[in-house]
């Protein structure tokens, strides 16, 4: 299956996995590279620049296929070091980067001028269409459905994707509830070339996360989610669970401010839920998508289905409906 984006990425099918923090490690970015997507290691997920580099070797002893790192910006009064993270990933010859958070002109100027390729990842037309112009390969374009921060404007992909398809004019991949084979003939037909997953990705035999959460996604629905922070105009979807529902029912108040919640909602207690497999320990991040969710799969195979799925509905289902 080739598209533009195929070409840009040298990779066999337009199928990415976004960047994930304490998932998005090398065991699953090697992975889904070897299943002919495209795997993303996350880079903050690495304590520090040289962790980075380490796990960008790691990867290497898993994969000859292409992989990528995504760098999350994000607002912070004591921000990560940037430029040193995109340093290691510049050094170590990584060729994609998938970037997603605010500001993104200066990464983006540094990466192009040392030939790394950069998949913008963001949530509204006007900002792909600033990405595009500071230079960007590529636009992921996320839906409301995502999870993760799907911004403010509460604009879905059925909406989403063919506005910004009718006015980016570089490679676009679509991104936010993407779980088969007939999300993404879907985002082909709203003018994507390619989908980014990561929900579906996190119920995969690789993901690095306790098999408990990945059950956790197979046994929720589409119905299974929270938005948290809209009151902070920094709204994330994540799966109901305890501590989403008191993280709301907290944010209701009148008076709430971001320290009410703020124990509640720290990394390290999400990442304890990831690694131990309680649920309720932390926020678990997951979209809409888990109500498309059955089973856990390896990624190869994760992927093939997307693919003879797609090819199928393609060549059989949508050509007969055109000869009717
Ligand atoms: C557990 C988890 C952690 C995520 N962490 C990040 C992150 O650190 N940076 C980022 O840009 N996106 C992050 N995302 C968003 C994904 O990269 C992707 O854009 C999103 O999951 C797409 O929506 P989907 O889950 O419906 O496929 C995360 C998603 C999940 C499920």
Same mark, same amino acid.
């Given at each position: 299956?080739?598209?533009?984006? %195929?070409?840009?990425?040298?990779?066999?099918?337009?199928?990415?996995?976004?960047?994930?923090?304490?998932?998005?490690?090398?065991?699953?970015?090697?992975?889904?590279?070897?299943?002919?997507?495209?795997?993303?290691?996350?880079?903050?997920?690495?304590?520090?620049?040289?962790?980075?580099?380490?796990?960008?070797?790691?990867?290497?002893?898993?994969?000859?296929?292409?992989?990528?790192?995504?760098?999350?910006?994000?607002?912070?009064?004591?921000?990560?070091?940037?430029?040193?993270?995109?340093?290691?990933?510049?050094?170590?010859?990584?060729?994609?980067?998938?970037?997603?958070?605010?500001?993104?002109? @200066?990464?983006?100027?540094?990466?192009?001028?040392?030939g790394v390729k950069v998949i913008?990842?963001?949530?509204?037309?006007?900002?792909?269409?600033?990405?595009?112009?500071?230079?960007?390969?590529?636009?992921?374009?996320?839906?409301?459905?995502?999870?993760?921060?799907?911004?403010?404007?509460?604009?879905?992909?059925?909406?989403?994707?063919?506005?910004?398809?009718?006015?980016?004019?570089?490679?676009?991949?679509?991104?936010?509830?993407?779980?088969?084979?007939?999300?993404?003939?879907?985002?082909?037909?709203?003018?994507?070339?390619?989908?980014?997953?990561? %929900?579906?990705?996190?119920?995969?035999?690789?993901?690095?996360?306790?098999?408990?959460?990945?059950?956790?996604?197979?046994?929720?629905?589409?119905?299974? %989610?929270?938005?948290?922070?809209?009151?902070?105009?920094?709204?994330?979807?994540?799966?109901?669970?305890?501590?989403?529902? @008191?993280?709301?029912?907290?944010?209701?108040?009148?008076?709430?401010?971001?320290?009410d919640i703020r124990p509640l909602?720290?990394?390290?207690?999400?990442?304890?839920?990831?690694?131990?497999?309680?649920?309720?320990?932390?926020?678990?991040?997951?979209?809409?998508?888990?109500?498309?969710?059955?089973?856990?799969?390896?990624?190869?195979?994760?992927?093939?289905?997307?693919?003879?799925?797609?090819?199928?509905?393609?060549?059989?289902?949508?050509?007969?409906?055109?000869?009717?």
């Amino acid at each position: 299956m080739r598209t533009r984006f %195929t070409d840009l990425m040298g990779i066999r099918y337009p199928i990415v996995q976004g960047g994930m923090m304490w998932v998005g490690r090398a065991e699953l970015a090697s992975a889904v590279s070897n299943a002919g997507g495209l795997g993303m290691i996350t880079a903050l997920t690495q304590p520090t620049p040289d962790d980075l580099r380490r796990e960008i070797d790691r990867c290497r002893t898993m994969t000859d296929m292409p992989f990528g790192v995504n760098l999350t910006i994000l607002p912070s009064v004591s921000p990560p070091p940037y430029a040193e993270y995109r340093k290691a990933i510049i050094d170590s010859g990584v060729k994609v980067v998938e970037t997603a958070g605010y500001k993104p002109q @200066e990464h983006i100027d540094d990466f192009k001028g040392n030939g790394v390729k950069v998949i913008h990842k963001c949530t509204a037309v006007r900002h792909a269409l600033s990405a595009e112009r500071m230079g960007a390969d590529v636009i992921s374009i996320d839906g409301f459905e995502c999870a993760g921060h799907p911004g403010e404007d509460d604009i879905p992909g059925l909406i989403l994707i063919p506005a910004a398809a009718d006015k980016v004019k570089i490679p676009m991949i679509a991104s936010g509830g993407f779980g088969d084979g007939r999300g993404l003939v879907a985002a082909l037909a709203l003018g994507a070339e390619g989908i980014n997953m990561g %929900t579906r990705f996190c119920a995969t035999a690789e993901a690095p996360i306790h098999p408990r959460i990945k059950q956790f996604l197979v046994d929720n629905d589409e119905r299974s %989610t929270n938005l948290i922070f809209r009151k902070f105009n920094n709204t994330g979807r994540v799966a109901k669970n305890s501590v989403s529902d @008191e993280v709301v029912s907290i944010s209701q108040r009148e008076d709430a401010v971001f320290e009410d919640i703020r124990p509640l909602v720290s990394g390290a207690k999400g990442r304890t839920s990831l690694e131990t497999g309680d649920i309720d320990a932390g926020l678990v991040w997951a979209g809409q998508v888990q109500g498309l969710i059955h089973d856990i799969p390896t990624c190869d195979a994760l992927i093939v289905r997307i693919i003879t799925e797609a090819q199928e509905i393609i060549k059989d289902r949508l050509a007969r409906l055109s000869r009717i």
